[in-house]
């Protein structure tokens, strides 16, 4: 099957920056899409950037000039660069992909790492 491990997070000040990373292991024929995605105590998860196999990104718009998200090429490996920190970015934030594998295509969830903005 399909391990997607994460790394980064962490305890950061308001306007201080963090990098995320997330790495697809597994017997992968195709990525399609992969990104983060995060939620808040009581709040729904939502997505927070996205980068398809073709290099095409997209935002949500609270996010746009402060993060970004890009791939590592010759790898399944994505990274988000998250800058300029407020404590409404603090949340858990899940490794998302859209992965084609031998058994067909499915989408798969990392375990979620916390991000955390706090003085």
């Known amino acids: 099957q399909v391990q997607l491990v994460e790394s980064g997070g962490g305890l950061v000040q308001p306007g201080g920056s963090l990098r995320l990373s997330c790495t697809a292991r597994g017997n992968i024929y195709i990525m399609y899409a992969m990104g983060w995605y995060r939620q808040a105590p009581g709040k729904q998860r939502e997505l927070v950037a996205v980068?398809?196999?073709?290099?095409?990104?997209n935002y949500t718009a609270s996010v746009k000039g402060r993060f970004a998200i890009s791939r590592q090429y010759g790898t399944i490996t994505i990274h988000l660069q998250m800058n300029r920190l407020t404590p409404d970015d603090t949340a858990v934030y899940y490794c998302?992909?859209?992965?084609?594998?031998?058994?067909?295509?499915?989408?798969?969830w990392g375990q979620g790492t916390q991000v955390t903005v706090d003085s």
């Open positions: 998302y992909a859209d992965l084609t594998l031998p058994t067909g295509r499915g989408d798969y």
């Open positions: 980068i398809a196999g073709d290099g095409t990104t």
